[in-house]
């Protein structure tokens, strides 16, 4: 079945080239522009990502940007799959032997024996458990920002606060967090980012020693876990089921990468991007205070929606298939454009506009539904409103200051500082 990759389909059709770093670099309005223009194309557009060279096949990608056709992808994980990898670049093969498989690039009978298994991170039962645990670290984590007076929002509390989830419910212990923490910095600083030969070749470098020592350090815990458990989870993911499955030391590895890179990351971009959004939007904020429990479950997932953490992943085609009014052939790639698909006019009611009392809000902050939904879902919205609770609730009110500092990712919507002041009045900060 031939595909029709004309000069137009290259570029979009839409002015804009998601394949060209260059297009990640623009401010967001800019790319949130381009983005609607793609959704209005009859079909998919293709980009080239790298130019055919003597011998070599073409590369490129198939943007999907509608929210019909990324939840249609996603649900057909058995046509539109994970495996190589779901990230780009793709993971060579010896990392993936070196280091394991991370769940979010499995497809089929592996993927669901191994997300049978790590689900028990994230029973209701355990959730209701650490609850309480993150709603007294939120009032900690705020109450140090009283007292110290932090001035940086990133680092005082949307980092610490879904590192220390994480570590709380895995039981890492307190003296290896501070080590863990700057690896896991390393190891996802560059994630989607465009770079200089030279820094291709060094920097991967750096990230993966820090993923080795990320993983080292876990499958220490791990067998101690395995031969004294303790009751967190670690002790839980390494014990053997009635069926005789436990996380052997390298899954064990990849699952606690994959927990400590994208839950950590996405979970703070979320809460960075809350604090700006609930500055800018100061009639938003004022309708949540004044009635927290009301508002504050539709705040988390609007915040979800219009920040978007992950912004897209890819997926591989494995067989023929019709999608969006593309013919797609074995072999073809696509990205799962999240960005794009939350502010889809087709699904959303003035998608632009911040608001807090969406109803409904069928976002895809968290995927596109399949056996690839995030499964720390419900774990990420506990600690957003937890944060949200104690920040509306103290005399003076914490507002951003300033534009965030934004990474130029093309795969997470990244803020690496945000500046921040308590103050009494209730105006608008100067942004």
């Not at 011998?55 to 929210?67: C, K, N, T």
């Not at 007076?149 to 501070?178: K, N």
């Not at 390393?186 to 080795?212: F, I, K, Y």
């Not at 797609?328 to 790639?333: A, E, Q, T």
Request: with cysteine; proline share 6%.
């Amino acid at each position: 079945m031939s595909v029709d990759r004309d000069s137009a389909d290259r570029k979009g059709g839409a002015g804009c080239d998601l394949a060209d770093p260059a297009f990640w670099a623009l401010p967001r309005e800019h790319r949130l522009e381009a983005f609607a223009r793609l959704r209005q194309l009859e079909r998919p557009a293709y980009f080239v990502e790298r130019a055919a060279g003597r011998g070599r096949p073409e590369r490129g990608f198939y943007a999907l940007v509608r929210h019909a056709d990324v939840v249609g992808a996603s649900r057909q994980a058995e046509v539109f799959a994970s495996a190589p990898g779901a990230t780009a670049p793709e993971p060579p093969r010896w990392v993936r032997a070196v280091f394991g498989d991370s769940m979010v690039n499995l497809d089929g009978p592996r993927h669901a024996q191994l997300r049978r298994v790590v689900s028990r991170a994230f029973t209701p039962r355990v959730l209701a458990d650490a609850e309480h645990g993150i709603r007294e670290l939120a009032a900690r984590i705020v109450d140090d920002l009283v007292a110290t007076g932090a001035d940086e929002f990133v680092s005082a509390a949307a980092s610490r606060m879904a590192f220390e989830v994480i570590c709380d419910m895995l039981g890492v212990p307190e003296p290896g967090r501070v080590e863990i923490a700057r690896q896991v910095d390393r190891a996802s600083e560059n994630a989607g980012v465009s770079r200089t030969l030279r820094a291709r070749v060094r920097v991967p470098g750096r990230g993966l020693r820090a993923l080795a020592r990320m993983q080292l350090t876990v499958a220490a815990l791990g067998r101690e876990r395995r031969r004294r458990p303790t009751g967190d989870l670690i002790s839980a993911l390494v014990a053997a089921d009635v069926d005789g499955q436990g996380l052997s030391t390298r899954q064990l590895g990849s699952f606690f990468s994959l927990l400590m890179v994208a839950g950590v990351e996405t979970t703070r971009n979320a809460i960075a991007h809350a604090l700006a959004l609930l500055t800018d939007h100061p009639e938003q904020r004022e309708l949540l205070t004044g009635d927290f429990e009301r508002y504050a479950d539709g705040a988390v997932e609007e915040i979800v929606r219009f920040s978007t953490p992950i912004i897209q992943f890819r997926r591989h085609v494995t067989r023929p298939h019709v999608l969006g009014g593309q013919a797609f052939v074995p072999g073809d790639r696509v990205m799962l454009l999240y960005a794009s698909a939350n502010r889809d006019e087709a699904v959303f009611d003035r998608p632009d506009v911040f608001d807090i009392t969406r109803k409904p809000n069928p976002h895809l902050g968290y995927g596109g539904g399949g056996p690839h939904y995030c499964l720390g879902a419900h774990l990420a919205r506990v600690e957003i409103k937890a944060l949200l609770r104690e920040l509306l609730s103290r005399p003076l009110a914490l507002r951003a200051v300033g534009m965030p500092e934004l990474g130029h990712s093309s795969f997470d919507n990244r803020v690496r500082a945000q500046r921040c002041a308590f103050t009494a009045e209730e105006s608008r900060a100067t942004r």
